[in-house]
């Protein structure tokens, strides 16, 4: 993902750097996390940041806590599959998420 952004110097990596405290605060200073279904998303949930998060299935509720979100899925792959790693070996559910949805899901909190 890093290596598609133009302007890498607003781009933080801190993959496995961090503290689950340290996170936080950085995220409470970000204008927008993408993520997965993942610590991170919920993380950022709790700092109030806005939150893009990639979904392979329904998301069930899973972020009841925040309204600045928004989740990417398309229910009409794989709904309610809900598996860790996907029986197909091909992960179609999340190749479904294309980076135009990634990208008008930002703008509306990066205007």
């Known amino acids: 993902i890093v290596s598609?952004?133009?302007?890498?110097?607003?781009?933080?990596?801190?993959?496995?750097?961090?503290?689950?405290?340290?996170?936080?605060?950085?995220?409470?200073?970000?204008?927008?996390?993408?993520?997965?279904?993942?610590a991170m998303?919920?993380?950022?949930?709790?700092?109030?940041?806005?939150?893009?998060?990639?979904?392979?299935?329904?998301?069930?509720?899973?972020?009841p806590w925040t309204n600045k979100r928004i989740m990417l899925f398309h229910p009409e792959v794989c709904s309610g599959c809900r598996v860790f790693v996907c029986p197909e070996g091909d992960n179609i559910c999340m190749k479904t998420i294309r980076v135009s949805e990634v990208f008008d899901a930002a703008t509306k909190f990066l205007k």
Do not use: M, W, Y
């Open 41 to 63: 998303a919920h993380v950022c949930a709790q700092t109030n940041t806005p939150v893009i998060v990639l979904l392979g299935s329904d998301p069930l509720n899973c972020f």
């Open 4 to 38: 598609k952004v133009e302007n890498k110097k607003k781009v933080i990596d801190t993959s496995g750097k961090l503290s689950i405290e340290q996170i936080a605060s950085l995220l409470k200073r970000a204008d927008l996390l993408i993520s997965l279904d993942s």
